[in-house]
Nanobody, 121 residues
């Protein structure tokens, strides 16, 4: 499966964006999909994830209440709505997928190229 992340950009603190992760080559129907981010000079970290089975969602503590992950089966796309952005949210955001849920880790099978989110103060 190929993943394409998009929707990043430059936004002022307090603003919002909607990031998209579109899949091709195979449907997302049974995949776990996660969003991760990597800020300059820092390691990549988990942000949010969604399990296809049951639609359970998971969030890093730093984004709870501000970010929302959801899916559109018909479009084979997973979205990450990011609200109330802070300068510390500045990072390259990546989506990843795994056909077998093993947790949302850097070891997920499929990764897309990232999309840059820059939050100005």
């Amino acid at each position: 499966v190929q993943l394409q992340a998009s929707g990043g950009g430059l936004v002022q603190a307090g603003g919002s964006l909607r990031l998209s992760c579109a899949a091709s080559g195979r449907t997302f129907n049974s995949y776990a999909v996660g969003w991760f981010r990597q800020a300059p000079g820092k390691e990549r970290e988990f942000v949010a994830g969604i399990r296809w089975s049951g639609g359970s969602t998971y969030y890093a503590d730093s984004v709870k209440g501000r970010f929302t992950i959801n899916r559109d089966n018909a479009k084979n796309t997973v979205y990450l709505q990011v609200n109330t952005l802070k300068p510390e949210d500045t990072a390259v955001y990546y989506c990843a997928a795994d056909s077998l849920y093993r947790g949302f880790t850097n070891n997920m099978d499929y990764w897309g190229k990232g999309t840059l989110v820059t939050v100005s103060s």
